[in-house]
């Protein structure tokens, strides 16, 4: 059995919360913020979903800094993917996938530095294909970026999506055909109008899944 698997980055193939909160933490360290910076900042943050401009907007603002924004992002680009790590039992997952001739892919919002968070994680290797959003001018969960994986793997678009947001990933990759599986972070399901085929708590779960 083959085919074509596809996994969104961020709080899927790697842990975006845990490298946050170390880059974080070296940001309050270095700009000597109050106590409860580490709590605002997470709040403004919003799971990495906020815009990055906006992002540094607000802290500036909040914390009185005196960099510019131009400043506080080239900083920020350059040193917050440096603290991304894939776990070794995710790596070994990929390759039981691709050792039985499954194509991977990465499919991730963001900018053009997601490449350098998977370089960092040593995951360039372990995948088939990188779709960055900000590269192709199309994301999730707009059809375009999961068919121009598809086309980088050399695969028909048909397969499993793996993803832990519910809007992008499993709302995305079922409008495509994709069978999906939720990555919970021991989250529930609350949407009302569709559920994906699985859920699964890692990487390796996920695989298990695809393979059954
Ligand atoms: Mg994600």
Same mark, same amino acid.
């Given at each position: 059995?083959?085919?074509?698997?596809?996994?969104?980055?961020?709080?899927?193939?790697?842990?975006?919360?845990?490298?946050?909160?170390?880059?974080?933490?070296?940001?309050?360290?270095?700009?000597?913020?109050?106590?409860?910076?580490?709590?605002?900042?997470?709040?403004?943050?919003?799971?990495?979903?906020?815009?990055?401009?906006?992002?540094?907007?607000?802290?500036?603002?909040?914390?009185?800094?005196?960099?510019?924004?131009?400043?506080?992002?080239?900083?920020?680009?350059?040193?917050?993917?440096?603290?991304?790590?894939?776990?070794?039992?995710?790596?070994?997952?990929?390759?039981?996938?691709?050792?039985?001739?499954?194509?991977?892919?990465?499919?991730?919002?963001?900018?053009?530095?997601?490449?350098?968070?998977?370089?960092?994680?040593? @995951?360039?290797?372990?995948? $088939? *294909? !990188?779709?960055? /959003?900000?590269?192709?001018? #199309?994301?999730?969960?707009? &059809?375009?970026?999961?068919?121009?994986?598809?086309?980088?793997?050399?695969?028909?678009?048909?397969?499993?999506?793996?993803?832990?947001?519910?809007?992008?990933?499993?709302?995305?990759?079922?409008?495509?055909?994709?069978?999906?599986?939720?990555?919970?972070?021991?989250?529930?399901?609350?949407? @009302?109008?569709?559920?994906? $085929? *699985? !859920?699964?708590? /890692?990487?390796?779960?996920? #695989?298990?899944?695809?393979? &059954?």
């Amino acid at each position: 059995m083959t085919g074509l698997a596809l996994f969104d980055l961020d709080d899927t193939l790697i842990d975006r919360e845990a490298a946050f909160s170390l880059w974080l933490t070296e940001f309050v360290d270095e700009f000597n913020l109050p106590s409860d910076a580490l709590a605002i900042i997470s709040r403004i943050d919003m799971n990495g979903y906020a815009s990055r401009n906006l992002f540094f907007q607000e802290i500036k603002e909040m914390f009185d800094i005196d960099e510019t924004i131009e400043e506080l992002l080239a900083r920020y680009f350059a040193e917050y993917p440096s603290f991304f790590e894939a776990d070794a039992e995710t790596i070994r997952a990929l390759r039981r996938l691709r050792a039985l001739d499954w194509k991977i892919a990465v499919v991730t919002n963001g900018p053009p530095t997601q490449m350098k968070k998977l370089e960092v994680a040593n @995951l360039l290797d372990e995948v $088939d *294909a !990188v779709c960055i /959003s900000e590269v192709l001018g #199309v994301g999730k969960p707009q &059809a375009g970026i999961f068919e121009e994986a598809a086309r980088q793997c050399g695969r028909p678009l048909s397969g499993w999506m793996i993803g832990d947001s519910a809007s992008y990933d499993i709302v995305g990759g079922h409008l495509v055909g994709l069978r999906t599986i939720w990555m919970h972070h021991d989250r529930s399901w609350d949407s @009302l109008e569709l559920s994906p $085929d *699985a !859920v699964a708590a /890692s990487i390796s779960e996920a #695989v298990n899944i695809i393979l &059954a």
